[in-house]
């Protein structure tokens, strides 16, 4: 199939600040250059689905956000504050969260054990207001089947149940805004199901998410908006009903 046309449909909304905005990212491993001039932008209460391809450059979009890439660059601004080339401590401290693809829970450690590994004080919004605030007991109420485990040592647990614990354990920070890579790669129905519900909770709680995924299914379900990624590079931008229903942007970025 032929390339489309770009595709850009304006997403900004006047008098309203991005939470975060990146602008002119470029990304590298090695020689090899993954990221070309990617632009973006999420704000305060919205969930926005970073999409494409396996190898489109998601994962790498969300780990150069994170200060996690050797050779990159761009400007990455955080609630009002630039933030790239801060190591990445100092961008978790910040309110932005990370969750990771391949989950990196403590394996030795129990699930209550990885909870108080992430956690940190109480956030407050720039105008005031309390951010929102996890405890363990409040995870365990998102997440009952954690619930169920506080005891059990991350390596005795199953996949879907490690990527509930990587998320419930990124919340512990208390972060404005989440990145989450691929939440429903690899995982059973009913944690899929489950992790929908968790984002859609999330919101609920005023945090914004920056979601990397494929699955178009899932991320009509929690998305307000989306980008496409094709070879590094956005090839659309718009809402996610309205990329819900382009049949031909999804041909041309989306499917397998």
């Not at 090695?30 to 396996?54: P, Q, S, T």
């Not at 945090?207 to 990397?212: G, H, R, Y």
């Not at 995924?213 to 379900?221: D, G, K, P, T």
Request: aromatic share 8%; no cysteine.
């Amino acid at each position: 199939m032929s390339a489309l046309p770009d595709v850009n449909i304006a997403s900004t909304r006047p008098g309203v600040d991005p939470l975060l905005r990146v602008q002119g990212l470029n990304a590298w491993y090695g020689a090899a250059h993954i990221l070309f001039d990617v632009d973006l932008d999420v704000r305060r209460g919205e969930v926005v689905a970073l999409m494409g391809r396996n190898g489109a450059g998601k994962s790498t979009t969300l780990k150069s956000i994170m200060g996690l890439m050797n050779k990159w660059k761009g400007d990455v601004h955080f609630m009002g504050k630039r933030i790239s080339g801060k190591q990445p401590f100092e961008i978790s401290r910040a309110g932005l969260g990370f969750v990771p693809e391949d989950r990196r829970v403590f394996t030795d450690l129990t699930v209550t054990e990885n909870l108080e590994v992430g956690r940190q004080p109480a956030r407050v919004w720039p105008d005031g207001t309390k951010a929102p605030f996890w405890t363990p007991a409040d995870l365990y109420k998102l997440f009952p089947n954690l619930g169920e485990m506080q005891d059990r040592q991350g390596a005795f647990m199953s996949g879907g149940e490690q990527q509930m614990l990587t998320v419930a354990r990124t919340l512990m920070g208390n972060p404005f805004l989440v990145l989450l890579d691929e939440p429903s790669e690899g995982v059973a129905p009913l944690i899929v199901e489950q992790m929908a519900n968790m984002i859609l909770a999330l919101k609920q709680q005023g945090v914004s998410i920056l979601l990397s995924e494929q699955n178009v299914h899932f991320a009509s379900l929690v998305s307000d908006r989306a980008y496409v990624l094709e070879k590094g590079q956005i090839r659309y931008s718009g809402t996610m009903a309205e990329l819900t229903d382009n049949e031909e942007v999804r041909r041309a970025y989306l499917t397998v």
